[in-house]
């Protein structure tokens, strides 16, 4: 059975840092992995997205990598904002038609 | 603009009561799934379909209904049988239900059982 972790569960940094947060993944027989930012009380944005073959995506200020033989995935963000507060969770979609969800890492970025 | 609607945003309900929350989206996507979201876990799968009058039973389907009647449209029910609804739940459509594209979500309903 598929499962999604992430950790750190909470995370709370000054303003203009650099950080990283992990997901990882039992099994790697993944077609995808997926990076959504979700803030209180709404639905979730889809940020990233890596294919299987694919070993990193970038959007602006978000860098996603992926390697699947130690079934782990990284998000990268540079110069944290305040506006980056959420918590973003990671998902992937395994040999069936549905994605795994992890529970998420809650980040604030304060000014 | 594109995007996918849910009401109510908030919905009270008595215990022995069915419910109904909608879902309706303008993407032209093929498929639509239903999440549950409760604190400190991770978003679970209820119901999902492919297509038009298709659907099939995600991890916790138990106590939940749906219907595809039209593409654009996908309407869930919490029956009484659903022991614990006091949850966020989520609607969600994808070009394909084949995996590789982007899921779109929903602002979300939010159901407490009084």
């Known amino acids: 059975k598929q499962e999604v972790t992430q950790i750190p569960a909470a995370l709370s940094v000054p303003e203009g840092e650099n950080l990283v947060l992990n997901c990882s993944f039992t099994?790697?027989?993944?077609?995808?992995l997926q990076w959504f930012r979700q803030d209180p009380g709404k639905g979730l944005t889809s940020l990233l997205l890596?294919?299987?073959?694919?070993r990193e995506q970038t959007s602006g200020r978000l860098n996603a990598s992926l390697d699947k033989s130690s079934g782990r995935s990284t998000l990268y963000i540079a110069a944290s904002q305040p506006g980056d507060s959420a918590t973003y969770l990671c998902a992937v979609y395994h040999n069936t038609d549905k994605l795994i969800f992890g529970t998420g890492t809650r980040l604030q970025v304060f000014p | 603009d594109g995007g996918i609607t849910q009401s109510p945003k908030y919905l009270f309900r008595k215990e022995g009561q069915n419910v109904t929350l909608s879902c309706e989206q303008n993407l032209n996507h093929d498929a639509m799934y239903w999440y549950r979201q409760d604190p400190g876990q991770g978003l679970r799968l209820i119901y999902y379909?492919?297509?038009?009058?298709?659907?099939q039973k995600g991890d916790i389907a138990e106590g939940y209904s749906v219907s595809r009647e039209k593409k654009e449209s996908f309407p869930l029910t919490v029956t009484s049988a659903q022991k614990n609804p006091t949850a966020f739940y989520l609607c969600a459509s994808s070009r394909t239900g084949t995996g590789a594209n982007v899921l779109t979500f929903g602002a979300g309903s939010r159901l407490t059982v009084l």
């Open positions: 890596i294919q299987s073959s694919q």
């Open positions: 379909s492919q297509i038009v009058n298709d659907f």
């Open positions: 099994d790697s027989a993944i077609y995808n």
